[in-house]
């Protein structure tokens, strides 16, 4: 079982940058970011594969946000620029066993508990 630890989220103002941290405890394939904000799903917001040759954006963070990650010390990170109010959320990592570029909830085995952004106007 592989224990995901987030850290990094906070308050900050729109225009403002965050960088998100997930620490697991053992090795990991594919990972992946999560975000839901009160009232909505849980959307994928950025994934990579194990090599961190392959990545994925949602439209509403490419260009803004880019995800990557450190095999040495199993931790991915989401550097996130260009903040928005719309990106408060809850923001969630999810880690796989396939060492795959993954996109869909269901793919992933492993989740964080989450550490909450907030973005003020």
């Known amino acids: 079982q592989v224990q995901l630890v987030e850290s990094g989220g906070g308050l900050v103002q729109a225009g403002g940058s965050l960088r998100l941290s997930c620490a697991a405890s053992?090795?990991?394939?594919?990972m992946g970011w999560f975000r839901q904000a009160p009232g909505k799903e849980r959307e994928l917001i950025a994934a990579?594969?194990?090599?961190?040759?392959?990545?994925f954006y949602a439209d509403s963070v490419k260009g803004r946000f880019t995800i990557s990650r450190d095999n040495v010390k199993n931790t991915v990170y989401l550097q996130m620029n260009s903040l928005k109010p719309e990106d408060t959320a809850l923001y969630y990592c999810?880690?796989?066993?396939?060492?795959?570029?993954?996109?869909?909830?269901?793919?992933?085995?492993?989740w964080g508990q989450g550490t909450q952004v907030t973005v003020s106007s």
């Open positions: 990579i594969n194990w090599s961190g040759g392959s990545t």
């Open positions: 053992g090795r990991t394939g594919g």
């Open positions: 999810a880690a796989a066993k396939s060492i795959q570029l993954l996109v869909l909830t269901t793919e992933y085995d492993y």
